[in-house]
């Protein structure tokens, strides 16, 4: 099922009183709490927070990644006007990939060991496209390059584990931007990168966003990384958001003393 998008708003996506449980040791344990959000059409959105702090939960909760039998959802997620927890399984699917694109954590462990990088990148222009083999085979290679790989050849036919963690971001990245989603939900993709393998795929993924003019979900630990790309950030803590506002008024208008702590220790009061 394809989401017709709503002209008449700016909205692309509410969450609204959003609560995801995690059953664990005989019971379900909270992890987000009753969050309530907004992302706009063509907007970068930051979510920080901690480890632990439910950011990823959350980010994940959207796209309905968890394993349904160990988890619970209620409340809303309002995706252009339709909310995706009232969707079966295979309407999901014929979103994900389509209207929605994820880059998760771990990227070796989301690649599939047995296939070839170019395999896999090509797998969401096989199930949503018409395109024909030559045609995909050309478009992967496109993608592989407009993620700022070289010799996109030769990586069509690696294996993951055969890549550097950079080359394996890179294709994740890659297969989440081949459908051209409507929103690119990134958990945490600069996670154990090196300071400049950070900024390049921060780079990247702004480039993306612009010139697709998606919306962009993005999780991290580092407030100075949500600072230097999003329009708007909401501050997580303990499953919930503690504040959330565009990047100046909270720059200019902090509400919350976590978030406080978070600046002083950027721009070196904390020490």
Known sequence: MTIPPDRLSSKLLEIKNLFTAFHSNG????????VSLTINKNEVFAIVGEAGCGKSALALSIAQLHDVKTTKLTGEILFNGHDLLGFSESQLNRIRGKSIGTILQGNIGMLNPLQTIGTQVEEGLIYHTDLNKEIRKDRVLSLLNAVGLNDTEYIYTLFPHEASQEV??????????????????????????????????????????????SSLILT??????????????????????????????????????YTRSMLDFIYGKGE
Request: proline fraction near 3%.
């Open 27 to 34: 019971r379900f344990r909270t992890v987000v709490d009753g």
């Open 168 to 213: 394996r971001q890179r294709a994740m990245i890659a297969i989440a931007a081949s459908s051209k989603p409507n929103l690119l939900i990134a958990d945490e993709p600069t996670k154990d990168l090196d300071i400049i393998s950070q900024a390049q795929i921060l780079a990247l993924l702004k480039s993306l966003q612009k010139e697709t003019k």
């Open 220 to 257: 991290t630990r580092d407030l100075g990384i949500a600072l230097e790309i999003a329009d708007t950030i909401a501050i997580m803590k303990d499953g919930q958001i503690a504040e959330c506002a565009p990047v100046a008024e909270l720059l200019n208008n902090t509400q919350h003393a």
